[in-house]
């Protein structure tokens, strides 16, 4: 890569990735609950930021709506969350059923998420002390998340698919030192992210010749991105998100 293209995409990347960014993003779940202030735990925070993570797919008014009708179920409940899950007060609370709750996921398919979710906070009381016993440099952190949803539809899955989802929820919790990611998982490190491959993403990065115009959107696609973005911004490739999600979806 040549240096022009690598000042290009730091200049991107400092125009994007600012605290603005999270205003129409479901990034803005990450500050749902504010500890600091008193108001929710480090545990709430992630487990709205995944909840927000996994919903937010398609059209963003369609699913941000969703997300806020999840946490305020819970906030007017118990005024938590985590509490939430955790007392099983999602089961009477949360609609059951097979009428879709948004796109082709059912109610059902929420209250199987909510379930699996809960039954991590109950053993560990939060998804970053569960996920840090379960880390280990071997293994990538997106599958260990994955596996410990082997019932929920929600949580995507498969070691060739690009599961932006999650890898966009392990952005939020690992990068520090950002406007917008929050890097409450100091035990993980920022060089082992993986891109979230978005449309938008791919887009600009064929453009610029970072990944071949052709490419699929797969895990083996994201790995490739990466690594490109790794020789921009050493040790956090994953800032490069802002650079190419910002500019794709300014056009």
Not at 80 to 102: D, N, Q
Not at 115 to 128: C, D, F, P, T
Not at 214 to 242: I, N, Q, Y
């Amino acid at each position: 890569m040549n240096a022009e293209l690598k000042e290009k995409l730091r200049k991107l990347a400092d125009k994007y990735e600012v605290s603005s960014f999270c205003d129409a993003d479901p990034s803005q779940f990450l500050r749902w609950y504010e500890p600091e202030a008193g108001r929710g735990t480090v545990a709430d925070v992630e487990a709205a930021s995944f909840i927000a993570a996994m919903l937010a797919f398609g059209n963003r008014k369609q699913f941000i709506p969703k997300i806020c009708d999840v946490l305020q179920t819970a906030d007017r409940s118990l005024g938590s969350i985590s509490e939430w899950l955790k007392t099983g007060a999602y089961v009477k609370e949360f609609p059951k059923g097979t009428a879709k709750f948004y796109r082709f996921y059912s109610y059902d398919d929420m209250q199987i998420f909510f379930g699996e979710l809960a039954e991590i906070l109950k053993r560990a009381g939060s998804l970053g002390d569960f996920f840090e016993v379960q880390y280990t440099a071997a293994h990538n952190l997106s599958d260990i998340i994955a596996s410990a949803f082997p019932n929920s539809a929600i949580v995507p899955k498969g070691r060739t698919s690009a599961n932006k989802r999650v890898h966009m929820f392990l952005r939020w919790m690992v990068r520090r030192n950002s406007p917008v990611d929050l890097g409450l998982w100091k035990w993980a490190d920022p060089s082992s992210l993986i891109i979230p491959l978005d449309t938008h993403v791919m887009q600009e990065a064929a453009k610029l010749g970072l990944i071949p115009e052709k490419a699929a959107a797969s895990r083996k696609t994201a790995e490739l991105l990466t690594s490109a973005l790794s020789e921009v911004f050493p040790g956090d490739p994953c800032r490069g998100d802002f650079a190419l999600f910002g500019v794709g979806v300014d056009k």
